[in-house]
Each structure stands twice: as C-alpha cells, then as structure tokens.
C-alpha cells in the first residue's frame, strides 16, 4: 500500500506563494498519475492539478496561470507551486495517486493552506 505525505502549507497573505510537497513510499510511484485536490471549508473536494506518470500536466481553468504540478520519480516526490495566491485558495490540499493495474488509489492526510486578505 503507497503511503503519501504532504507538507508545505500555511498561513499566507494574498499574492504570496507557496510550495507544496507530497512524500510517496513505494516503487508504484514512477508509473502512477498523481494530483493534487483541494477542499475548501463547506465545499466538495476538488481536482487543482495532475500530471501523468511522464511529466505531462492538467489544471483546470480556475487555476491555470498560477498553480504548477511536478514531480521527480527519482525522489518519489511530487510538488505543487502556487503563485499569485487568492483567499479562495484557502483548503486542506490533498495528494492523490491514481490507481495503477498494480495498486489501488491512495490519499495523503492533507496539508492546511490559509490565505488571508
């Protein structure tokens, strides 16, 4: 069972950035897609960057310009830079790794980003 860890959050002010990281246990790493979810308070979890298992990324529009995914098999770390931070980036973010023909899904613990204004 892959085990993933994040790290990274905080308290920010608006425009500032942070830089999150997600820690994988496991060899499944260098083949799984990966994302990274958001759930602000009172709202459902939500898809804020993916990248498939070559390096190629997905952000939705909402965050697109601000938000880069990466990540380096060789550490079995993933990474999330956010930019230009809003207070609706405000969330618990999540680390998931997508299932593989060899393993199911997995969910990190999250990590709290506040932005205040």
């Known amino acids: 069972q892959v085990q993933l860890v994040e790290s990274g959050g905080g308290l920010v002010q608006a425009g500032g950035s942070l830089r999150l990281s997600c820690a994988a246990s496991?060899?499944?790493?260098?083949?799984?897609?990966m994302g990274w979810f958001r759930q602000a308070p009172g709202k459902q979890r939500e898809l804020v960057a993916s990248?498939?298992?070559?390096?190629?990324?997905f952000y939705p529009d909402s965050v697109k310009g601000r938000f880069t995914i990466s990540r380096d098999n060789t550490k079995n770390m993933l990474y999330l830079q956010i930019d230009s931070l809003k207070p609706e980036d405000t969330g618990v973010y999540y680390c998931?790794?997508?299932?593989?023909?060899?393993?199911?899904?997995?969910w990190g613990q999250g990590t709290q980003v506040t932005v205040s204004s």
């Open positions: 496991g060899s499944i790493f260098s083949v799984a897609a």
């Open positions: 990248i498939s298992s070559r390096g190629n990324p």
């Open positions: 998931r790794l997508s299932p593989t023909s060899a393993t199911v899904g997995a």
